[in-house]
């Protein structure tokens, strides 16, 4: 098979770029190990910046958000006995959307099939081959046969344990890393949420986190120590412990239920550079990841998106490889950008295993700050509503 550009992962950033390519009149091909209902079977985060929100817009995937999302205009920050609100959308202009990752993953989907657009499922041994060259091509195993397709370009669209990043050379990839001492304990139910904003709060016991999906779907974390099995918590443990880190008003009107998928998610801040070698990009997860405290994650793959897709309109369209050579620098100043304001919330509202009172006072006077001072508002809700592109 040939192709201009194959991408690897079919998530949605991989996913999106496809789309994105074909608008612009660009072949792609999109290979993934998992199958479909696997795919769209992984609960994901759901809030998303505005530029993610107009880009979805441009990708021609946005109908679907733009009538069942919920906009979101701010956030509400807890400390140990009471919460406040920070009015995003005042202090920045801009606004967020509550709209779930797997519902985006089946509108790509959906937008791939009725326009005709090439994903391989359960696509084995994938492999990147002759990235410093010319001629790339990627390798992968389907029913039983080696199959080939050759490319110009290949993106990286795999995440953390794909086998992009792992065919740059060790000598090339630089590698840094923070890995947390707790993880996130996260749980749905199809409940009406505690608050129709995204609530963080801050408390002696861990920290706990409450967003919504829809008006009847809920879904709620608190942190756990690392390497904390899930069966040790039943819903009424989670239940208690989550009422007992919020603020009294807010566990008062808590409604619970029954968890209909519950799960850990281990954190850690992880960047690799560079995001190019030769006619390999990497793009979302296959190169940074940060901790979901801020909900950068999907927003990060989507910059990458828009980053590449530029950079590769411009070298078929106009002839100008510009962007291809801008392409790791301009997307790595985003993403560090992210990763100090990920890092700083996720050091400021979780209790860590060998933390002083020292520590722990200097957290309540930066959520104090945050309460009392709007210039401190207006640099955090620059941050949260994301970079522009």
């Given amino acids: 098979m040939r192709t201009q550009v194959c991408i690897i992962g079919g998530g949605p950033s991989g996913l999106l ?49 733009d009538k069942q999302g919920i906009v979101d205009e701010g956030i509400v920050v807890a400390g140990e006995t009471h919460g406040f609100r920070i009015d995003i959308k005042a202090l920045t202009g801009k606004s967020m959307m ?4 797997t519902e985006i993953t089946q509108d790509l989907y959906d937008a791939r099939e009725a326009m005709g657009g090439t994903v391989i499922h359960e696509a084995e041994a994938v492999k990147p081959h002759e990235m410093d060259t010319d001629a790339p091509f990627v390798t992968y195993y389907k029913d039983g046969a080696e199959h080939r397709i050759d490319c110009d370009w290949i993106a990286g669209c795999d995440g953390f344990h794909g086998v992009s990043r792992k065919s740059i050379p060790r000598s090339v990839l630089k590698e840094y890393e923070r890995v947390y001492p707790f993880g996130w304990l996260g749980i749905l139910s199809e409940t009406p ?21 829809n008006e009847n779907l809920s879904r709620y974390y608190v942190q756990v120590p690392q390497g904390e099995p899930v069966e040790n918590w039943s819903d009424d443990r989670f239940w208690d412990e989550f009422k007992a880190r919020i603020p009294g008003d807010l566990a008062e009107k808590l409604i619970t239920g029954p968890a209909i998928e519950k799960s850990i998610a281990p954190l850690r801040s992880y960047a690799a ?59 790595a100043a985003r993403v560090w950008q992210a990763m100090r304001f990920s890092w700083w919330f996720t050091t400021v509202m979780h209790q860590f295993p060998d933390q002083s009172g020292f520590d722990r006072r200097m957290q309540e006077s930066e959520i104090t700050l945050l309460e009392t001072s709007k210039a401190a508002q207006a640099a955090m809700a620059e941050l949260y509503v994301g970079a522009p592109y």
């Fill in 193 to 213: 949420p505690v608050t129709h904003e995204i609530l963080y709060a801050s408390h002696s016991r861990g920290f706990a986190l409450a967003s919504l999906r």
């Fill in 273 to 331: 550079e560079p995001m190019r070698w030769g006619r390999m990009f990497l793009v979302g997860d296959a190169a940074h990841i940060v901790p979901p405290t801020g909900a950068k994650g999907l927003n990060l793959a989507a910059s990458d998106v828009h980053y590449l897709f530029e950079a590769l309109k411009a070298h078929y369209l106009d002839k100008d490889d510009s962007g291809i050579e801008d392409y790791a620098q301009k997307a």
């Fill in 17 to 65: 770029l496809s789309q994105l390519l074909h608008l612009a009149g660009i072949d792609s091909v999109v290979l993934e190990r998992r199958t479909r209902d696997y795919v769209l079977g992984r609960i994901r985060a759901g809030v998303l910046e505005s530029g993610t929100v107009d880009l979805l817009r441009r990708a021609k995937v946005g109908d679907r958000m």
């Fill in 98 to 101: 509550v709209w779930g990752q």
